[in-house]
């Protein structure tokens, strides 16, 4: 079965820093694109970043505007795994958190065919 499986959140204070991390199993999402997305309570799910091989096979990133100078998405491909590291907190940051795997980046959550399961995150003020 495959599935792609969230861990790293929980309850932190504003300021704080975590990592999230999006593990692989079943199958190997090292060629795929990996996204990381957030719905907030009552609102749509929203895209975070996401991490690609460009065709010089070489990382790219992108980011919502939102998150940019506090969010950083990387991967290991070695272990199948990508990670989102969250600095400087906010109480906005709340939300549960989903990684996502696919053909293509970016915002648009049609480009992504596999779900994590989400993981909550929440901040404190």
């Known amino acids: 079965q495959v599935q792609l499986g969230e861990s790293g959140g929980g309850l932190v204070q504003a300021g704080d820093s975590l990592r999230l991390s999006c593990a692989a199993s079943?199958?190997?999402?090292?060629?795929?694109?990996m996204g990381w997305f957030r719905q907030a309570s009552g609102k749509e799910r929203e895209f975070v970043a996401s991490?690609?091989?460009?065709?010089?096979?070489?990382?790219?990133?992108r980011y919502a505007d939102s998150v940019k100078g506090r969010f950083t998405i990387s991967r290991d491909k070695a272990k199948d795994t990508v990670y989102l590291q969250i600095n400087s907190l906010k109480p906005d940051d709340t939300a549960v958190y989903y990684c996502?795997?696919?053909?293509?980046?970016?915002?648009?959550?049609?480009?992504?065919?596999?779900w994590g399961q989400g993981n909550q995150v929440t901040v404190t003020s």
């Open positions: 996502a795997a696919g053909p293509v980046p970016g915002p648009n959550q049609s480009g992504y065919n596999y």
């Open positions: 991490i690609s091989w460009n065709i010089w096979n070489h990382l790219t990133t």
């Open positions: 079943g199958r190997t999402f090292s060629s795929y694109a």
